[in-house]
């Protein structure tokens, strides 16, 4: 008796598809785009809709700024210049050198230049979000094509506001964009990707634990610095209020103008704190223990300067350095009992090395000039700025883990004593007869 032999198509299972392609049968491309002409595309098109949103939550507000101050000052300008000074501004706030009215500028308005490398670093995070990038590559094409589109707008920024009454070259101008551009785009596209978790973690334990703590020394010492300052501004309140009243109409433009160097004015009361101080014009010193000045025009902040050392009970102020670092030096004794004493040690000088060259960077940031002659240096010097804290820290935060490090080696060995005597040893029972 013959049996029917099953049909080869009804013995084989049906193909399902997994997104929208055959297992079984690969899709045919022609006519179709390349895959990585698609992946750029996608990419160029989050990185520019994510930056002109940015940029105009940051040229918004400048702009109207601008218009607001030339509203209070009751001044009559064409359009074109109104939207050139808010370029100038934003252009300065990159660190860039500016001309205006033949007077040369290069002190840079450190709130505008933190508001810009947070906002990049918001654009770096939403495009690599965008696209669903999780590893470095990804970070790096994110940073490519971010930086390539803000470097084009920057350039054009900086070609619409080059007239009168301003001049900006391009080259120096972007000596100092791009760098910014590259860090803030790339900390934005590295933190949201999970890379910069990933490398910081893979660092030495008392790496990372040294450039905590020297980071936490340095935000430490600004922020002292902001509170002297603040100070300062109280005390010589009515010095503060005089310089703006010759201003008239004006002082409210003033005002909104110096709003935009409270970050400098932190720096320098830190190098203040610290012991160099800073400079307000070619051959002065600002000084807890020395000060000399030359004629100054009437702005709030030089108004808040002091116009003498301070009495002996002042001095203490030299002291802060040395107190932030020893707090910070039995915080690192204490978070690291995992570590021997040679990698205590070791982690101590990195957090000297790191408030060092923080300290070295902020105060390059913060320097700079507003014109020629008295005016022609402002800030700290950072090279000394920076040896000095990075001794005092060097000496502070070692010392401090040293002596926290003994007792709390004298502390464990007490613990250990006192749970081995409160411990009950419980003898093992005897082998039985039998088990002999």
Not at 258 to 279: M, Q
Not at 390 to 417: K, N
Request: one cysteine or more.
């Amino acid at each position: 008796m013959d049996t029917a032999k099953p049909e080869d198509t009804g013995t084989q299972q049906e193909t399902v598809a997994i997104g929208g392609v055959s297992a079984r049968s690969k899709p045919s491309r022609k006519g179709g785009p390349k895959r990585g002409g698609n992946r750029a595309r996608s990419l160029f098109s989050a990185a520019a809709a994510t930056l002109g949103w940015n940029l105009a939550v940051v040229a918004a507000p400048l702009l109207l700024l601008i218009v607001l101050a030339w509203w209070l000052t009751e001044r009559m300008a064409e359009v074109d210049t109104v939207i050139a000074t808010a370029g100038t501004i934003w252009i300065a706030g990159h660190g860039a050198p500016v001309v205006i009215d033949e007077l040369p500028i290069s002190l840079t308005p450190l709130l505008l230049t933190l508001v810009i490398a947070w906002r990049l670093s918001r654009v770096g995070a939403h495009t690599i979000r965008a696209i669903g990038g999780r590893d470095a590559a990804a970070v790096r094409a994110v940073v490519l094509a971010t930086s390539l589109l803000y470097i084009a707008v920057f350039a054009a920024v900086v070609a619409y506001s080059n007239r009168e009454p301003f001049t900006i070259e391009i080259l120096p101008a972007l000596a100092y964009a791009v760098p910014l551009a590259i860090l803030s785009l790339w900390w934005g596209a590295a933190n949201e990707s999970g890379v910069l978790h990933e490398g910081w973690m893979r660092a030495s334990l008392w790496l990372r634990r040294g450039l905590r703590t020297g980071s936490l020394a340095a935000i430490a010492l600004i922020a002292c610095g902001a509170a002297v300052a603040g100070v300062s501004v109280a005390v010589n309140g009515g010095s503060v209020g005089e310089s703006l009243t010759g201003y008239e109409n004006g002082e409210w433009a003033v005002g909104l103008l110096c709003l935009l160097y409270l970050p400098n004015i932190a720096i320098w009361s830190a190098t203040y704190i610290i012991g160099p101080g800073f400079a307000v014009g070619d051959g002065t010193i600002v000084q807890v223990t020395d000060v000399t000045l030359n004629p100054l025009p009437p702005l709030p902040w030089f108004a808040a300067l002091p116009a003498e050392p301070l009495h002996e009970y002042g001095t203490a102020l030299l002291g802060l350095p040395l107190v932030i670092g020893a707090l910070l030096g039995i915080l690192l004794t204490y978070r690291s009992p995992d570590l021997r004493l040679p990698r205590v040690i070791t982690a101590a000088l990195i957090a000297a090395l790191t408030t060092g060259a923080l300290i070295a960077v902020l105060s390059w940031a913060a320097s700079g000039s507003t014109g020629t002659g008295l005016l022609a240096q402002l800030g700290p010097h950072p090279w000394h700025a920076a040896g000095i804290v990075t001794a005092e820290m060097a000496l502070a935060v070692l010392a401090a883990a040293l002596v926290a490090r003994l007792f709390a080696v004298h502390r464990r060995a007490e613990e250990a004593e006192a749970v081995r005597r409160d411990t009950v040893v419980i003898p093992s029972p005897a082998d039985s007869p039998e088990q002999r």
